[in-house]
């Protein structure tokens, strides 16, 4: 069974379609818990992870190299979940981090704005106008996130394998579609789709451990086989060069690390 991924705007019950998936099929249901472990992992408070979800761009304006950082630790955390298979994850850009791996189901989950407005009046007991205004602004943060961090628009159907309307059909019936197109063979989980999971797994642990050293760094790992990609300057630099392979050979599942120019990263034997 595939990995699934389930991406939603705000109050369009893609955490409940969720959680209902997960029981179906015995799966994990993970979201925020990924920004927690991220933040425990790394010494980051999580009000910072959880303000730079919220509040993208301008979070990361304050930080060098914000950005990059904040994708190495959020895809690690996440990819270390995923890495086990047999989970839900319904958090945001979640499709983003795996979008090469042949068993992931990318879904997004899609409601008419009116049922999404009467949701949140129903849940906070606020007017019309006020529910409006939030899920217009909830709406924008999550577009200039996922636009600054990865230049996509999270609303775009070319990114996922199946986009479903929650409003046209029950909760219960999507969640009927989600689990019969995960069964199909498209999305089985094969020991090639489990090995290029381990391999992204393990480019991000290594890129995140390198981070310090050097954060716009390009790691591609193949088996155990760990390339790095450096500039021609950096290259030039033996006591750096033997520190980012000593890190590098120190990540848990490393087997052998080479270090390559960056236009030669994922070329070279």
Request: net charge neutral; with cysteine.
């Amino acid at each position: 069974m595939p990995i699934i991924t389930i991406s939603r705007g705000s109050y369009s019950r893609g955490k409940e379609v969720a959680e209902k998936v997960a029981e179906r099929l015995g799966y994990q249901c993970i979201a925020r818990e990924v920004i927690l472990e991220a933040s425990k992992e790394y010494n980051i408070p999580d009000f910072r992870l959880m303000k730079a979800v919220h509040d993208a761009p301008s979070i990361f304006e304050r930080f060098s190299y914000g950005k990059e950082k904040f994708i190495c630790y959020f895809q690690t955390a996440l990819l270390k979940r995923l890495r086990s298979d047999n989970v839900v994850y319904h958090g945001l850009a979640g499709h983003f981090y795996v979008k090469d791996i042949p068993n992931v189901l990318k879904v997004r989950i899609i409601s008419d704005m009116e049922d999404r407005i009467k949701l949140l009046m129903e849940r906070e007991n606020i007017s019309y106008q006020s529910a409006h205004s939030r899920i217009k602004k909830d709406d924008g943060a999550r577009s200039r996130w996922s636009q600054h961090l990865y230049g996509i628009d999270t609303a775009d159907p070319v990114l996922y394998d199946l986009v479903v309307a929650v409003n046209r059909l029950s909760v219960d019936n999507v969640v009927d579609v989600i689990c019969h197109t995960a069964g199909l063979k498209t999305f089985a989980t094969t020991p090639e789709a489990r090995q290029a999971m381990e391999d992204l797994a393990l480019s991000a642990e290594v890129k995140t451990a390198l981070l310090e050293v050097k954060p716009d760094i390009e790691v591609c790992a193949r088996s155990g086989v760990v390339s790095i990609g450096v500039g021609a300057q950096l290259m030039k630099e033996p006591g750096r060069m033997a520190e980012i392979q000593k890190i590098a050979a120190g990540v848990s599942g490393v087997k052998e690390v080479k270090v390559n120019s960056s236009h030669m990263l994922g070329l070279t034997d």
